[in-house]
């Protein structure tokens, strides 16, 4: 081989080279976009329980990753965390849990993160909380003056933490577009404004002797002080699922029904219906145990998937029962 023809092969194989460079990068680089494009680089927010995970998405929509801990008909007193879950709340560029004891199983996990230096917000903390008390069936003895956590049965102070779950988004989440989360929360916001207007006047319907509930534990205090109910008691007399109750609360209670005249006792569809189901020995039969999606949000299609569906489903379920009788 002559050394001209020599020269030009190199002069091609560094052509070549220099094209495949220039190929690769290129390669890389839609690679890149494509990953932005695709949020894999999002910033990230963890919600603990579900019916605050579907109010933050409508908040947030698009602009950051929301991850939701519980699952689809679990119980938030009582469910726990995966390691990879646990992992995922650190990770995080904010965490939004509900507070006041009732994510019991996860709380420690929260306040690790926290000690990590990830953003917590605690939603109950901030929509002003009512405490439990007794005297008059609002409340468990147990946890009298404590404050009670179940503030979503109140559309109006979801409302109020719909905003500041917001503000918390801006915040502490770079990267979001504030506009558009104003704008989101707004929105839901409106919605949220339409359905206590609509609850109004569904309870409206219910007569002043039938406004007397009971429960299968202490979960309706907001919603009984929103819209002029009685609580007479509850079959579990606690704030929490994870407590018993005693052969003299269920004669209690059975008391109190007798004297207000009570026959339908309501209890969360996710939890097990037996001890509402006692009552109807206790009381003799004719008792009505009504099932309502309390403090869980069911999976897609199951009734109840959205806190808009789930708050509109009890109040139908709750105003048939109590004009029932």
């Given at each position: 081989m002559s050394r001209s023809a020599a020269k030009r092969r190199v002069r091609v194989g560094a052509a070549r080279l220099r094209a495949l460079a220039l190929g690769l990068l290129a390669l890389v680089t839609l690679a890149a976009a494509t990953a932005c494009a695709t949020g894999t680089d999002q910033p990230r927010i963890v919600v603990t329980t579900n019916i605050l995970g579907d109010i933050t998405r409508q908040i947030v929509a698009d602009e950051a990753d929301v991850t939701v801990l519980m699952k689809p008909n679990a119980d938030p007193?009582?469910?726990?965390?995966?390691?990879?879950?646990?992992?995922?709340?650190?990770?995080?560029?904010?965490?939004?849990?509900?507070?006041?004891?009732?994510?019991?199983?996860?709380?420690?996990?929260?306040?690790?993160?926290?000690?990590?230096?990830?953003?917590?917000?605690?939603?109950?903390?901030?929509v002003d909380p009512l405490t439990?008390?007794?005297?008059?069936?609002?409340?468990?003895?147990?946890?009298?003056?404590?404050?009670?956590?179940?503030?979503?049965?109140?559309?109006?102070?979801?409302?109020?933490?719909?905003a500041l779950i917001a503000d918390q988004v801006i915040?502490?989440?770079?990267?979001?577009?504030?506009?558009?989360?104003?704008?989101?929360?707004?929105?839901?916001?409106?919605?949220?404004?339409?359905?206590?207007?609509?609850?109004?006047?569904?309870?409206e319907r219910v007569p002043e002797d039938r406004r007397a509930l009971v429960t299968n534990h202490h979960v309706f205090g907001y919603l009984a002080h929103r819209f002029g109910l009685r609580v007479i008691g509850a079959v579990i007399p606690s704030g929490t699922t994870l407590a018993s109750p005693s052969s003299s609360d269920l004669r209690s209670l059975t008391e109190a029904?007798?004297?207000?005249?009570?026959?339908?006792?309501?209890?969360?569809?996710?939890?097990?219906?037996?001890?509402?189901?006692?009552?109807?020995?206790e009381l003799g039969g004719g008792v009505r145990v009504v099932k309502l999606h309390s403090e869980s949000l069911t999976a897609e299609g199951g009734g109840a998937d959205t806190y808009l569906r789930m708050m509109r489903a009890n109040t139908t379920a709750m105003t048939d029962g109590l004009t029932a009788g």
């Open positions: 007193h009582s469910f726990g965390l995966s390691a990879v879950q646990a992992a995922e709340l650190e990770r995080a560029d904010l965490v939004i849990h509900n507070g006041l004891g009732l994510e019991e199983n996860v709380l420690r996990h929260v306040d690790a993160a926290r000690d990590s230096g990830v953003a917590t917000f605690a939603v109950g903390d901030a439990f008390r007794t005297g008059d069936g609002g409340g468990p003895e147990d946890a009298e003056g404590q404050p009670d956590p179940h503030f979503w049965t109140d559309p109006d102070r979801v409302r109020k933490a719909t915040a502490h989440v770079d990267g979001v577009d504030d506009s558009a989360i104003r704008a989101q929360a707004e929105r839901y916001e409106e919605r949220l404004t339409d359905l206590t207007a609509w609850m109004e006047k569904s309870f029904m007798e004297e207000a005249g009570v026959r339908t006792v309501f209890a969360d569809s996710s939890q097990p219906t037996r001890l509402a189901e006692v009552l109807r020995t």
